[in-house]
């Protein structure tokens, strides 16, 4: 059995004291999903339980994100960022959907949340702030799901963000500038799990087909069909599978947002949007340019025209270790649940814009259990609320504190061997480099 400090020993009594609070925290948000760039009323729960901490905070950035500071005369040392993600999906059939917004929490950002305000009640605490060598943002941030394409093409066109994923606008306007060092978490079936696997990064695309409306019925000859030229394009695309390399893990998935107007009409306009996934940017750009041909052969052989807007999404997400510092806090807390550490050697399809901040920083990533059926799901519910809430604040709150005592000597060693892929530069004019 670990032996804990006293300051630990303070963490975890401080969060067990506030269970109540922390579990009714993640409950409100868990029923009240909004999407991303609209998680106004989940950022105003957020922001007005940080100020009942009397903790500073920066408000409206990237339009929803807030970071709230702890120890900010102490930055010049170091700080870490507790990240909690604000958006949910929109499922409107599941059991706990925002009526309003159509959202559901299928991904667990309310545990994230839950998490980073359970560690914030802790790490507050006069005794505990003292031993903290550094300074500890809680930071929430908008938009992790990368979904309506169109509404955040729109965004951009009224100058509101620049990027679809919410910290890659985030980094854009310089609100990671001040940190060195993130923890982040996820959302699993069961266990505890510390470390992190590879995922696919992506770019956006929406394909738009303008066809000729003519009565449907009487003369669809004087007409031009834009749907029979996006069916077209997706079946170009479904025969380009086969030329994608497995071990790139290419993903493709388009939807269709606008069909038609009416049945009687042939459609003049047909929209569709989908993400290009792969393991690397290489084959990101490989499986784009055979995305933007196989629909530009649809519009050519029915006669219509094709306009496709490809825009940067997330940068793959790259492996991360079990620090020794997070180990040591999931074990310390684990009690009944098993603690793993993340096989390396796995790789998600999936994708999440931590990768483009790992791209630039060092990010400490951990997963809890505590849920049944899918991510991404009318079948995700939540099944156990210790994992997932208590421990998730626990596991949090305990790794800053290692991170952060004794001079901070283990956030400094992190951020030592750290090894950056871009510098922010780099990183801002690869993102630019679609829009040229």
Same mark, same amino acid.
């Given at each position: 059995?670990?032996?804990?400090?006293?300051?630990?020993?303070?963490?975890?009594?401080?969060?067990?004291?506030?269970?109540? /609070?922390?579990? /009714?925290?993640?409950?409100?948000?868990?029923? &009240?999903? /909004?999407?991303?760039?609209?998680?106004?009323?989940?950022?105003?729960?957020?922001?007005?339980?940080?100020?009942?901490?009397?903790?500073?905070?920066?408000?409206?950035?990237?339009?929803?994100?807030?970071?709230?500071?702890?120890?900010?005369?102490?930055?010049?040392?170091?700080?870490?960022?507790?990240?909690?993600?604000?958006?949910?999906?929109?499922?409107?059939?599941?059991?706990?959907?925002? !009526?309003?917004? !159509?959202?559901?929490?299928?991904?667990?950002? &309310?545990?994230?949340?839950?998490?980073?305000?359970?560690?914030?009640?802790?790490?507050?605490?006069?005794?505990?702030?003292?031993?903290?060598?550094?300074?500890?943002?809680?930071?929430?941030?908008?938009?992790?799901?990368?979904?309506?394409?169109?509404?955040?093409?729109?965004?951009?066109?009224?100058?509101?963000?620049?990027?679809?994923?919410?910290?890659?606008?985030?980094?854009?306007?310089?609100?990671?500038?001040?940190?060195?060092?993130?923890?982040?978490?996820?959302?699993?079936?069961?266990?505890?799990?510390?470390?992190?696997?590879?995922?696919?990064?992506?770019?956006?695309? $929406?394909?738009?087909?303008?066809?000729?409306?003519?009565?449907?019925?009487?003369?669809?000859?004087?007409?031009?069909?834009?749907?029979?030229?996006?069916?077209?394009?997706?079946?170009?695309?479904?025969?380009?599978?086969?030329?994608?390399?497995?071990?790139?893990?290419?993903?493709? &998935?388009?939807?269709?947002?606008?069909?038609?107007?009416?049945?009687? @009409?042939?459609?003049?306009?047909?929209?569709?949007?989908?993400?290009?996934?792969?393991?690397?940017?290489?084959?990101?750009?490989?499986?784009? /340019?055979?995305?933007?041909?196989?629909?530009?052969?649809?519009?050519?052989?029915?006669?219509?025209?094709?306009?496709?807007?490809?825009?940067?999404?997330?940068?793959?997400?790259?492996?991360?270790?079990?620090?020794?510092?997070?180990?040591?806090?999931?074990?310390?807390?684990?009690?009944?649940?098993?603690? $793993?550490?993340?096989? @390396?050697? !796995? &790789?998600?399809?999936?994708?999440?814009?931590?990768?483009?901040?790992?791209?630039?920083?060092?990010?400490?990533?951990?997963?809890?259990?505590?849920?049944?059926?899918?991510?991404?799901?009318?079948?995700?519910?939540?099944?156990?609320?210790?994992?997932?809430?208590?421990?998730?604040?626990?596991?949090?709150?305990?790794?800053?504190?290692?991170?952060?005592?004794?001079?901070?000597?283990?956030?400094?060693?992190?951020?030592?061997?750290?090894?950056?892929?871009?510098?922010?530069? !780099?990183?801002?004019?690869?993102?630019?480099?679609?829009?040229?």
């Amino acid at each position: 059995m670990l032996h804990l400090d006293d300051t630990e020993k303070k963490i975890i009594e401080l969060i067990e004291k506030n269970r109540k /609070e922390i579990v /009714e925290f993640a409950r409100d948000i868990y029923t &009240h999903g /909004e999407l991303g760039y609209k998680e106004f009323k989940t950022a105003e729960k957020f922001n007005c339980f940080m100020k009942g901490l009397q903790l500073p905070i920066q408000e409206e950035l990237a339009i929803t994100g807030a970071k709230v500071y702890l120890n900010p005369e102490r930055k010049e040392n170091i700080s870490v960022a507790l990240i909690g993600e604000l958006d949910a999906l929109r499922i409107p059939e599941h059991k706990y959907a925002n !009526q309003e917004t !159509q959202a559901a929490h299928s991904c667990g950002h &309310h545990a994230q949340l839950a998490g980073v305000i359970g560690a914030a009640i802790a790490l507050s605490d006069s005794e505990v702030k003292e031993k903290l060598d550094g300074q500890v943002i809680f930071f929430s941030t908008p938009a992790e799901e990368y979904g309506e394409i169109e509404f955040k093409n729109k965004l951009r066109a009224e100058g509101k963000i620049k990027y679809g994923g919410g910290k890659c606008e985030l980094i854009r306007q310089g609100a990671f500038d001040d940190i060195d060092l993130s923890i982040a978490h996820h959302i699993r079936a069961d266990d505890i799990v510390t470390g992190g696997i590879t995922g696919n990064g992506f770019v956006s695309k $929406v394909i738009r087909y303008h066809g000729k409306a003519a009565h449907a019925a009487a003369c669809p000859e004087n007409g031009i069909n834009a749907l029979n030229a996006a069916s077209l394009g997706l079946s170009a695309l479904a025969y380009q599978r086969e030329t994608f390399r497995d071990e790139d893990t290419v993903r493709i &998935h388009p939807i269709m947002t606008k069909g038609g107007n009416l049945v009687n @009409v042939v459609p003049d306009e047909v929209v569709l949007e989908t993400l290009v996934r792969g393991k690397n940017k290489n084959a990101i750009l490989d499986a784009s /340019e055979k995305t933007d041909r196989a629909f530009q052969a649809g519009a050519y052989a029915i006669g219509a025209k094709c306009e496709i807007t490809t825009l940067p999404g997330y940068l793959p997400t790259l492996s991360s270790e079990a620090y020794p510092e997070l180990a040591r806090a999931a074990n310390a807390i684990a009690g009944k649940y098993k603690v $793993v550490e993340a096989n @390396v050697k !796995q &790789h998600s399809g999936g994708s999440t814009d931590i990768g483009d901040v790992q791209h630039l920083q060092p990010v400490i990533r951990f997963q809890t259990g505590g849920i049944r059926g899918g991510l991404h799901t009318v079948d995700f519910s939540m099944e156990d609320e210790e994992l997932a809430y208590i421990v998730t604040a626990k596991i949090f709150a305990l790794t800053a504190y290692a991170l952060l005592r004794n001079g901070a000597e283990g956030a400094k060693r992190i951020c030592a061997e750290y090894k950056p892929t871009f510098t922010k530069e !780099q990183y801002l004019r690869y993102m630019d480099s679609f829009d040229e």
